[in-house]
C-alpha cells in the first residue's frame, strides 16, 4: 500500500501542460499535434502499465523516459538536451518503478532553460551505478524545493530492502 501511494506521485501539471502544448499545435501543425498526441497516449499508456509494478528494468525505465523527454522537446526543442550511455549489462537491472521519470520531471520543474542555456541532462552508468546528471539554473519564482520526490524515491528504496542513492546539489549541476 505505501509502495503503491510513493508510486502514484506524478506532477499533474504535466498533463495540463502537454494539453496546452496540443492545444497550440492544432492551430500551427495539425500532423505535429497529432504526433504529439499519440506520443502522449503512449507515455500514459506505459505509467499505467508501471502502476502494478514495484520495479522496473533500466531498459523501460529509459524507454518510459525518452518518451517523456520528447513530448518536452516538443515544446522546447533546443532549450532541452538529452544523453543515455548505459551500458547494456546495466540496461536489465532493477530500478523503483518510474523513477527516472520522476527525476527527469524534477530537472524540468526547477530549473530554467532556453535556446541560449539549454537544460543538459544525461543518464549514464558509472562503476555499477545509474547516473542521472543534469545542468542547474534554478528558477527565480520557483519556491525552495521540499525534495519531495527524492524522499519519495528513497522511501521505495528502503521499502524494496535495496541501498539507497546518493545526491550532489552542486552551483552549476545535480546528480543522483
Do not use: C
Amino acid at each position: 500500500s505505501e509502495l503503491s501511494n510513493l508510486r502514484a506521485h506524478m506532477d499533474p501539471h504535466f498533463l495540463f501542460n502537454s494539453l496546452n502544448v496540443v492545444s497550440g499545435l492544432i492551430d500551427e501543425d495539425k500532423e505535429k499535434a497529432q504526433d504529439f498526441i499519440a506520443a502522449l497516449s503512449g507515455l500514459y499508456r506505459s505509467i499505467l502499465e508501471k502502476q502494478g509494478q514495484t520495479t522496473s528494468s533500466v531498459r523501460e525505465e529509459l524507454e518510459i523516459a525518452e518518451s517523456y523527454i520528447g513530448l518536452y522537446k516538443s515544446r522546447f526543442e533546443d532549450a532541452l538536451y538529452y544523453e543515455v550511455n548505459v551500458s547494456d549489462a546495466d540496461l536489465e537491472a532493477d530500478l523503483p518503478s518510474m523513477s527516472l521519470q520522476l527525476l527527469i520531471e524534477n530537472a524540468i520543474k526547477h530549473n530554467a532553460f532556453d535556446k541560449e542555456h539549454p537544460l543538459e541532462i544525461k543518464i549514464y552508468t558509472e562503476e555499477g551505478h545509474i547516473v542521472i546528471w543534469n545542468t542547474k539554473r534554478r528558477k527565480e519564482l520557483i519556491e525552495n524545493s521540499t525534495r519531495k520526490s527524492l524522499k519519495n524515491i528513497r522511501s521505495r528504496y528502503t521499502l524494496l530492502g535495496k541501498d539507497s542513492f546518493s545526491v550532489e546539489d552542486q552551483t552549476d549541476a545535480f546528480t543522483v
